[in-house]
């Protein structure tokens, strides 16, 4: 075996040593009093080359005195401001970049750039021009083309490191010196530093190096501490100053030490030479964040994140589980970038994580992490009398915190419960938790021993709700509510009587609560209150009126809950109602939050009071807040930290710590509890970061800052500004749009997620004002705006004098003729666009009833067969697999309603059957008649979970409902067949799926709901 291949063996030893490591422990540990720090993973946007780098081994960052971030690449040089990117590829070209293989860069003041390469030299960007200076290399010029790290000198110079010495660049002359190192250096450089002091260390290939401030010679630097003497020995890749002066440095193998003011040398906790390790990542880079932590750039261990003096170290690494994760674990630089975010460059493309945004977090689900979720949709949470949190999750998984240990447990429920949504919890007064999925559940609080189908009457039946109340357990279902004795062991069952208006409102009971001394039912068809737990009727039913302004906004009901001044809320499908005092009275009078108060969605799932009156709600969309005093509305967003959009569970609870929990598709999100202590970021107004006028590109330094001029000259007046918010903080939620005063008559915006820009191509002479305008959204919205003059100066024949002369010599000949051909065509043109008008408007009446015709069903008035099948063919291109579903309905036995009955009976029937199935549906879903009795249903953005859900409620409420028609009351069930979509199946093949789910349906026995197969 070679030396070379032992020593790559041996790397790749430490390195799996070090990810077996790093998956038992957290992404992040804690290095404070958060607890939970060890749960929370940075969620990082990423920059690849789908986004336009050229190459995805990224290596050096920087942000220019614009704001703009440059980003090095083994492939080239790019400038991003967020949405675009100014690529500059390596070639010979005198003013061009000499090599596409960046390896530092430097940002110098007025916007230019210095840009060290691997193997073409050193190249300034001149911002004034957009064009590469390149210094020479060889006498006179820079010692070697390999550039490995530059260095402001503070006094407008630069100090160079190559791979054969150091040179010193002054910036005003251009001069290039090199300075003498020394014999007992290697030629080879990998860093340099200039402390504040003066004193230039110098990162070599045989370890640290120092010439004091008025030395004239380099000295090796040593400690009387062995390991800390490794180090300093070791290759030193990266050297930093921080705040306090302290002095970090990292070697190519051997970690990396720190060096206080008092000239005294420390290791670093983990990552320094010790007894238990010797071998480490190269250390490429070092940032200081704005609260003085120490991040670390490592090549195959990640981030280190480390707090000087602390005994422990936190790291950031790779998660293949988390798409929002680091990207991978070789690092090669770090930037802190003028707003706080936290830059990195990596072998798999750059990215950037917000770390000021504290305000909301995610735990997120990886089977790699030891922090990680079991699953990724938390459907239900529990905290119990031990102060441990329960999450719910698919597939049988139950996921235990314990915040006070530190601790994430995953249980697993077994049998016919064991791939199964767990749904609810509740815990008895001996602290047994109880657990509601396909039946109910047991585990032992002190063994956490799970007990599966505890009930068997039970086993088949989803348990969507679950409360313990006077010794009894109520479990709301789809098939109303069923009652369990913990002391008898007697079971018993109750639910909706079409006959009795006072029994359950409906059997889908989705909420059950204890408010004051009552029992609250919350179900998809209203309210239903009782007096006591034993009660099987006798409710007093709270429904929807649609005449009344301050009734139940709607009748699906989510979670209820209690804030400290005794007002009820609820969570329900038409928006968030308080119910003032907490008391119904004769007439409860609710006030209701909904989009039209602020809310983004009026689908609103779970409710959670805090201890300072406000409430808080999860939405279809994300999660919002409302002011209990002001009733001022607050839409969370990525700013916020706010990352999982989709919120259709009723988990909800509050911490131990006071963080507001919530449960999301896609993880748990917490709210802390200082969430509305926090202070708005400040948002800069809107930069322009690249223009063309008349075709031609400006060059960065020449753009307009705010309140500057843009003259464009007499050739062209084709103008196009790009702009953004040089704060890289949650793109697709900025909203952008501009207007030039003085030839717009209003805003033109620009769509969400396009980059923003601002394109005129025709413009008249004269001075104008460009307004820039972005507006964030988030707990703090903010819109800001930039104001940039533009002056059109005009072309020659647009001049005053000219324009003057030739009015004066026409004006004579032609007056008279003028003013009467004026009048003349005047009385013509206004006859004719008279008549225009008017046949015009009846062309578009007649096509509007000619197209609704043409596409919608006579007798149900839904989409008829032709537009149906033309709509869904746009869904079935458009979606990814298993994301859309067919529901294909019949009802049963209709030919029986038509021989008994006769056909308008039929009619009637299907007519309102259909009215029933539109209102069951979301907005984006399709319905059509297919023919005859025989429906179908397009649900976009939809999993089959989620499609059969959606088929149950159209089935039930179905079934529920009473068709009167000449006196005869008619009822007809429905059998449904669902299909979720296949990529390389045609519609046909979707359809027919459906459509053989159906029959499977009918099969069975009707009235049921089957979800075709593969």
């Not at 936290?342 to 990215?351: K, N, Q, R, S, V």
């Not at 279902?477 to 409102?505: I, K, N, Q």
């Not at 449904?976 to 199946?985: D, F, K, L, P, S």
Request: charged share 20%; aromatic share 8%; with cysteine.
């Amino acid at each position: 075996m070679s030396a070379r291949t032992g020593g790559v063996r041996q790397r790749w030893s430490w390195l799996l040593l070090v990810l077996i490591w790093v998956g038992a422990t957290s992404p992040l540990l804690a290095r404070d009093n958060d607890p939970w720090a060890p749960f929370l993973t940075p969620w990082f946007e990423r920059v690849g080359t789908t986004d336009g780098l050229p190459h995805s081994v990224t290596t050096a960052l920087a942000q220019d005195s614009l704001g703009v971030v440059w980003i090095g690449t083994m492939g080239g040089l790019v400038r991003y401001d967020g949405f675009r990117m100014q690529v500059f590829d390596g070639n010979r070209a005198p003013d061009a970049l000499h090599d596409a293989y960046v390896r530092t860069l430097l940002p110098l003041p007025g916007g230019d750039l210095l840009v060290g390469t691997n193997s073409g030299g050193l190249a300034r960007f001149e911002s004034r021009t957009g064009r590469f200076h390149n210094y020479p290399i060889g006498p006179g010029g820079l010692s070697d083309p390999k550039i490995y790290d530059l260095a402001d000198d503070g006094h407008g110079g630069v100090w160079i490191a190559t791979d054969r010495g150091i040179d010193h660049l002054d910036l005003a002359s251009g001069r290039i010196t090199s300075l003498p190192i020394g014999a007992a250096a290697a030629p080879r450089n990998f860093s340099v530093l200039q402390d504040r002091r003066g004193n230039l260390w110098l990162g070599n290939d045989r370890g640290l190096f120092v010439r004091r401030a008025g030395a004239a010679t380099f000295n090796r630097v040593d400690d009387a501490d062995p390991d800390i003497s490794t180090v300093l020995h070791n290759q030193v890749w990266a050297l930093h100053e921080d705040r306090e002066g302290r002095l970090w440095v990292g070697s190519g193998q051997t970690g990396a030490v720190y060096r206080n003011p008092d000239g005294h040398w420390h290791a670093v906790p983990g990552f320094s030479p010790s007894a238990q390790r010797r071998n480490f990542s190269t250390i490429r880079h070092f940032a200081e964040s704005d609260t003085g932590e120490e991040w670390i750039a490592t090549d195959g261990e990640g981030v280190l994140v480390y707090t000087a003096g602390e005994p422990t170290l936190g790291r950031m690494v790779h998660d293949p589980a988390i798409a929002s994760s680091l990207p991978g674990d070789s690092i090669r630089d770090l930037l802190f970038d003028s707003s706080g975010n936290l830059w990195a460059a990596t072998d798999l493309g750059a990215a950037h994580t917000n770390t000021r945004a504290k305000m909301v977090c995610s735990l997120l689900p990886s089977p790699l992490a030891r922090f990680g979720l079991s699953e990724s949709n938390v459907q239900g949470i529990l905290i119990d009398s031990r102060q441990r949190i329960w999450l719910g999750l698919g597939n049988g998984h139950i996921d235990l915190i314990d915040l006070r240990q530190g601790r994430l447990q995953h249980l697993t429920l077994t049998g016919s419960q064991g791939h199964r949504d767990v749904l609810t919890f509740t815990e008895t007064p001996d602290g047994t938790i109880w657990v509601g999925t396909l039946g109910l559940a047991r585990i032992n609080p002190d063994t956490l021993q799970v007990t599966s189908d505890v009930l068997p009457p039970l086993a088949g039946q989803p348990i969507l709700s679950l409360t313990h109340v006077d010794g009894f357990l109520l479990m709301g279902t789809y098939s109303g509510v069923y009652r369990y004795s913990l002391a008898t062991g007697r079971l018993e069952h109750f639910g909706h009587d079409p006959a009795d208006p006072t029994s359950l409102a409906s059997n889908t009971v989705r909420y059950i609560a204890r408010v004051d001394d009552k029992i609250w039912y919350a179900t998809t068809a209203g309210i239903s209150v009782a007096d006591r737990a034993g009660d099987d009727r006798g409710f007093r039913n709270i429904r929807q009126r649609q005449e009344d302004p301050a009734g139940l906004p709607d009748d699906y009901i989510g979670s209820i809950a209690k804030d400290g001044r005794g007002n009820l809320w609820l969570a329900t499908f038409g928006g968030v109602a308080e119910l003032p005092g907490g008391t119904l009275g004769p007439e409860p009078r609710f006030r209701t939050f909904d989009t039209a108060s602020g809310l983004s969605s009026d689908k609103a799932n779970a409710v959670r009071p805090d201890d300072r009156g406000h409430v808080w709600t999860s939405l279809s969309n994300g999660i919002a807040v409302i002011d209990g005093a002001t009733g001022a509305v607050h839409n969370l967003g990525a700013r916020d930290g706010l990352h999982i959009q989709s919120y259709i569970y009723l988990a909800t609870a509050r911490a131990p710590d006071g963080s507001l929990l919530f449960g999301g598709q896609g993880g748990l999100t917490l709210v802390r509890e200082h969430a509305l202590d926090e202070k708005p970021a400040k948002v800069p107004p809107p930069s322009v970061t690249s223009a063309r006028v008349g075709g031609k590109a400006v060059a960065p330094g020449a753009l307009p800052r705010p309140g500057e001029a843009l003259t464009i000259d007499n050739g062209h007046r084709g103008l196009q500004l790009g702009f953004a918010l040089l704060d890289y903080r949650a793109p697709l939620e900025t909203h952008y749009s501009y207007r030039m005063e003085g030839f717009d008559d209003g805003w033109t915006d620009i769509p969400v997620g396009s980059p923003p820009t601002a394109v005129y191509t025709n413009l008249p002479h004269g001075r104008y004002t460009l307004r820039l305008r972005a507006s964030t959204r988030g707990m703090f919205p903010t819109t800001v705006e930039s104001d940039l003059g533009v002056v059109v100066q005009p072309r020659w024949y647009e001049t005053i004098w000219l324009r003057t002369l030739a009015v004066l010599a026409g004006i004579a000949a032609v007056f008279a003729l003028v003013h009467l051909r004026t009048l003349y065509l005047r009385r013509q043109a206004k006859r004719l666009q008279r008549q225009v008008d008017e046949r015009t408007r009846d062309l578009q009446d007649a096509n509007a009833r000619l197209d609704k015709l043409a596409g919608t069903d006579e007798l149900t008035g839904v989409y008829n067969r032709r537009r149906f099948l033309a709509l869904a063919e746009g869904v079935r291109v458009l979606s990814a697999e298993g994301q859309a579903c067919l529901a294909v309905l019949d009802l049963d036995r209709f030919k029986e309603i038509n021989d008994s009955y006769g056909h308008l009976a039929g009619d009637a029937v299907i007519r309102a059957m259909t009215d029933v199935i539109v209102s069951q549906c979301r907005p984006g879903d399709l319905v059509g008649r297919y023919g005859g009795e025989e429906l179908v249903i397009c649900l976009p953005d939809c999993t089959a979970t989620e499609a059969m859900r959606a088929a149950g409620r159209i089935r039930e409420a179905l079934a529920q409902t009473e068709v009167h028609h000449e006196g005869h009351r008619i009822r007809v069930t429905t059998s449904i067949g669902v299909a979720a979509i296949h990529r390389q199946e045609s519609m046909a093949q979707w359809l027919a799926r459906a459509d053989a789910a159906l029959y499977e349906a009918k099969r069975r026995g009707r009235n049921c709901v089957v979800l075709a197969g593969d």
